[in-house]
């Protein structure tokens, strides 16, 4: 399994991007699907999350600007991110999590102009 994220790119401050995720397989497979985002010299940060079931979760840096969501029919989660800052520059990478195993993507890079 191989998640293949795209979407990123450069984008002023307040802008939008929105990132996908396509997976190779039934995401209903998978209990939870992440998003997480690493910046330069930083720690991989969870940004949002959804369950299996539907049920969604954010960091609080991102509440009220992203949405996660699914199309179960194509195999893709997406993260729409409105409002953007240049601190959500960073790398962003799809995580899958099912049967105690875990599958992280390649990366797609957003950058956000000041």
């Known amino acids: 399994v191989q998640p293949v994220e795209s979407g990123g790119g450069l984008v002023q401050a307040g802008g939008s991007l929105r990132l996908s995720c396509v997976v190779s397989?039934?995401?209903?497979?998978?209990?939870?699907m992440n998003w997480y985002h690493q910046a330069p010299g930083k720690e991989r940060e969870l940004v949002a999350g959804i369950t299996r079931g539907g049920i969604t979760n954010y960091a609080n840096s991102v509440k009220g600007r992203f949405t996660i969501s699914r199309d179960i029919a194509k195999n893709t989660v997406y993260l729409q991110m409105n409002s953007l800052k240049p601190e959500d520059t960073a790398v962003y990478y799809c995580?899958?999590?099912?049967?105690?195993?875990?599958?992280w993507g390649q990366g797609t890079q957003v950058t956000v102009s000041s």
């Open positions: 995580n899958l999590l099912g049967a105690g195993l875990a599958y």
């Open positions: 397989g039934n995401i209903l497979s998978f209990a939870v």
